[in-house]
């Protein structure tokens, strides 16, 4: 069974600062996808980055960057240069394959708090 | 257009009722997903449809029934529900069930109390 661990509960950034969430997976397959999403205090899960296990280099989109370190099994959040609209709940999840389908196994999140 | 929609955003029902959420996507994704999400915890997967036929059931109680009734719409038909079943329920849409790097979209939830 694939394992997400999020050893941060809380985070607290000054704005304009960067800041690294982290996440560390648990898999035996040779093939898996890691996912970030960004939850709002409205509800919604927002798709941030995506790294594949057998991508060479770190995935970057915009001001987000994971940070992949596969001998380590973790694979951090960078936010450069936060904004108050960064202030969330930040999910990683592992992409698991059960019966042909794909499902989303996810950790137990961080809570990010932007301050001005 | 990478929206999936849901409604109602809010609902309360009585353990007697009878209710249905209701998610579309006009992305032509094939893969569409109910998860459910207790406050303060991650979602976790209820239900997977692949091509319109149900292909994961993560042992969900009969009283949640789920519907694809074509690529577009998901339902998830409610009866008899519990207090313990207040949540907020998430839909989500992907390209393929079995891709690789396929993102799940996700709607804006609804939700859920029952009194």
């Known amino acids: 069974a694939q394992k997400i661990t999020q050893t941060q509960p809380g985070m607290f950034v000054q704005e304009k600062e960067a800041v690294t969430l982290d996440c560390t997976y648990d898999?035996?397959?040779?093939?898996?996808?890691l996912f970030w999403y960004k939850q709002p205090s409205s509800g919604e899960m927002i798709f941030l980055i995506y790294?594949?296990?057998?991508?060479?280099q770190n995935a970057t989109e915009g001001r987000y960057s994971l940070n992949f370190q596969k001998a380590r099994k973790s694979a951090n959040l960078v936010i450069s240069a936060s904004q108050l609209g960064d202030s969330a709940m930040y999910f990683c999840?592992?992409?698991?394959?059960?019966?042909?389908?794909?499902?989303?196994?996810f950790g137990k999140g961080t809570k990010l708090t932007v301050n001005p | 257009d990478t929206e999936v929609t849901q409604t109602p955003k809010h609902l309360v029902m009585g353990m007697t009722n009878k209710k249905s959420l209701k998610c579309e996507q006009h992305?032509?994704?094939?893969?569409m997903y109910w998860y459910k999400q207790k406050a303060k915890k991650p979602p976790e997967l209820m239900f997977v449809y692949s091509y319109e036929k149900l292909s994961i059931n993560e042992s969900v109680p009969s009283r949640f029934s789920p519907e694809c009734p074509n690529s577009s719409l998901l339902n998830l038909h409610l009866h008899a529900l519990q207090p313990e079943d207040s949540a907020l329920y998430l839909c989500?849409?992907?390209?393929?069930?079995?891709?690789?790097?396929?993102?799940?979209?996700f709607g804006p939830g609804t939700r859920l109390t029952v009194t």
């Open positions: 999840a592992m992409r698991e394959i059960q019966g042909g389908s794909e499902k989303l196994v």
């Open positions: 790294q594949g296990s057998y991508d060479q």
């Open positions: 898999t035996s397959d040779p093939s898996y996808g």
């Open positions: 992305m032509g994704h094939r893969a």
């Open positions: 989500a849409s992907s390209q393929e069930a079995g891709g690789s790097s396929y993102e799940q979209y």
